[in-house]
């Protein structure tokens, strides 16, 4: 029987949190993956089952996105709040990571493409990176960074407002899915040369993630409710997540024939569709991680134990690092376009093995050897 482990600060330890910090994680990189032999596919039926079945998976960003609220909200919710220590301890632990992997990634890009490393090019694109937060998948520490400075004004509402969580979740849900709807069929129709970066690029933008950070804080704070809750509709959850993934394919079809969507707009994460199947399937996911906290506790396999607790400590430095193997496989596909689509897409999850095979490696080889936790926000 596994032990009763205790945070730092004395509460009970949700082991449960581990495996779904897994799942998200593996998510994205199978995200990712997929979009790498995509583009390397001619058109064909392959690229075309790629390219229906990948809305399915964008459940994964916004899995991130709650498991940030949720995990912010059990460590900081009820603790006495120093905010400036906050700030210091947060923007230090994910900021040094992020201008790290900015310089990193740069370097590995000339490296592995095999273009000139300029330093004036090299310094104008990493100024670049770091204060738009648009290179690498860095995106979403660029959105953290916006939570990390509005995170004491969601704290002061959530205590301001004790007896009205379900109403605020309810206007989050409903701005969500306003904000969605605009973004989908009017922003299109918009000049936005002239906006805000922040706006104009909105992917950068925390406003179109405030429901998952949202759910994640309520999550926390009413942990036994939500958690009730999802395991007494559990079979029902599971029905609806999957019901809604297979919709994902109509979507797809929908946005490319009903309404003629270019590519870039049928496959944005930012769809009123994706908004509730993303807010289901992270419901499905915690259930999955109650289920695994069980079994933990009823002779669950050590080695799974191990693989699960490691990849929940070294998750964020998998995410960082990811760019890297993906970069090489982008190399491996560009040389093997002369192969059958069918035959690329067969080899799919051996593409997925080495992405996640090698961000495992360099995460953990961070995380084990000193000085090089730094770099994934764990100091050793």
Not at 194 to 206: C, L, P, V
Not at 278 to 306: C, D, S
Request: charged fraction near 10%; proline fraction near 4%; aromatic fraction near 18%.
């Amino acid at each position: 029987m596994a032990e009763n482990k205790k945070t730092r600060h004395g509460r009970p330890y949700l082991f449960e949190v581990d495996l779904m910090r897994v799942i998200f994680i593996f998510g994205v990189l199978l995200n990712h993956t997929t979009t790498a032999f995509s583009m390397a596919m001619a058109d064909s039926v392959s690229k075309n089952f790629l390219h229906a079945t990948h809305l399915s998976l964008h459940f994964t960003r916004m899995g991130f996105m709650f498991m940030t609220g949720l995990v912010l909200f059990l460590n900081y919710y009820n603790r006495e709040h120093h905010w400036g220590t906050f700030w210091k301890k947060r923007y230090k632990s994910t900021g040094i990571p992020y201008l790290a992997w900015n310089a990193i990634l740069l370097v590995a890009t000339s490296l592995i493409t095999g273009t000139a490393l300029n330093g004036q090019k090299f310094w104008s694109d990493f100024v670049y990176g770091v204060t738009h937060g648009s290179n690498f998948y860095l995106y979403y520490v660029f959105v953290i960074f916006q939570l990390y400075l509005i995170f004491p004004l969601i704290v002061a509402l959530f205590k301001r407002f004790p007896k009205n969580h379900e109403f605020m979740m309810l206007v989050s849900i409903l701005a969500q899915l306003m904000l969605l709807i605009a973004i989908k069929y009017w922003l299109p129709h918009v000049n936005t040369d002239s906006w805000w970066y922040i706006f104009r690029s909105y992917g950068m933008n925390i406003l179109v993630y405030q429901v998952y950070f949202m759910a994640g804080a309520y999550a926390a704070i009413h942990y036994q409710k939500v958690t009730s809750f999802i395991m007494t509709h559990a079979k029902a959850i599971g029905i609806s997540a999957g019901i809604l993934a297979l919709g994902t394919v109509g979507l797809y079809y929908g946005n490319t024939y009903l309404l003629k969507l270019p590519y870039s707009s049928i496959q944005i994460v930012h769809q009123p569709y994706i908004m509730i199947y993303a807010l289901v399937m992270v419901a499905f996911v915690f259930y999955l991680g109650k289920r695994y906290a069980y079994k933990r506790t009823h002779g669950l396999n050590p080695l799974i134990e191990k693989f699960v607790a490691t990849g929940s400590k070294v998750s964020f430095g998998i995410y960082l690092s990811q760019t890297i193997p993906i970069l090489i496989l982008d190399n491996w596909l560009a040389k093997l376009s002369f192969i059958p689509t069918w035959a690329m897409l067969l080899a799919l999850p051996l593409g997925y093995i080495f992405v996640v095979g090698c961000s495992f490696l360099i995460a953990y080889f961070c995380y084990k050897v000193p000085p090089f936790g730094f770099l994934i926000g764990r100091p050793n």
